[in-house]
């Protein structure tokens, strides 16, 4: 149980793209979607939290406009990466959880998605 | 500022020894989780520890929860190949319900 499908794998496209990924619990129900960004041999770097049916809370330096957050239901979450640019590359893993912000369950993570920008 | 540091960052061991990472917050934590992520793959969760001492065992993987919860330990006892990855610690502070992943320490084990 408790898996969650990230889509797409792998972005590779040009610069001043939009790209967005899909983050979904497919066996649960997923109140609280983290997205997270991690460099190579790096710790995860939390990037924003959404909370199904309200606005994504994002962590300090990170830009809302540029990336957009979508938790529309239970299961889906859905980050758009605006006009792309190579600074933008990066592997960024989504993982969901049962439960609201200060909940202690665990997270379940997505496979993540490694985006290269040309 | 907030910070999860994780000692040491890397380890390279024989197969068979045992290993330890320590983690380390700043402030109180409300709980620990540890993490896996394999080379090339995802965090997979392995374990929860709420409670002030608290220690928790899994096979050959033992977890402690420090008595004053800043601090936790991860123990592998006789390392096999399949342990290598990178374990990560993560936690809720206490004063500002924030979740905060640890640095990670990255274990190889030598056939």
């Known amino acids: 149980g408790a898996v969650v499908s990230q889509h797409p794998s792998w972005v590779i496209c040009k610069s001043g793209t939009s790209v967005k990924i899909e983050c979904r619990s497919l066996?649960?129900?997923?109140?609280?979607m983290f997205w997270y960004r991690q460099f190579p041999k790096q710790s995860l770097m939390l990037m924003a939290t959404?909370?199904?049916?309200?606005?994504?809370?994002?962590e300090q330096g990170v830009e809302k406009d540029k990336f957009l957050i979508n938790h529309a239901s239970l299961t889906l979450s859905t980050l758009t990466v605006t006009s792309a640019h190579p600074e933008d590359s990066s592997f960024y893993i989504c993982?969901?959880?049962?439960?609201?912000?200060?909940?202690?369950?665990?997270?379940?993570f997505g496979d993540g998605t490694r985006l290269s920008i040309l | 500022g907030q910070q999860v540091m994780q000692i040491p960052q890397y380890q390279h061991v024989q197969e068979g020894e045992d290993f330890t990472t320590y983690c380390n917050s700043s402030?109180?934590?409300?709980?620990i989780q540890w993490y896996k992520q394999r080379p090339g793959g995802h965090p997979v969760f392995l374990i929860q520890?709420?409670?002030?001492?608290e220690v928790k065992k899994q096979k050959r993987l033992t977890f402690q929860f420090g008595e004053a919860k800043k601090n936790s330990s991860l123990h592998i006892t006789a390392t096999q190949t399949t342990d290598v990855g990178t374990y990560f610690c993560?936690?809720?502070?206490?004063?500002?319900?924030?979740?905060?992943f640890g640095t990670g320490t990255r274990l190889k084990v030598l056939a």
């Open positions: 993982s969901a959880r049962v439960g609201r912000s200060y909940s202690n369950q665990p997270q379940h």
């Open positions: 066996d649960f129900q997923a109140t609280t």
């Open positions: 959404s909370n199904e049916g309200s606005k994504a809370t994002y």
């Open positions: 402030t109180t934590l409300s709980n």
């Open positions: 520890l709420v409670k002030s001492g």
């Open positions: 993560a936690g809720i502070d206490s004063g500002t319900y924030k979740y905060i």
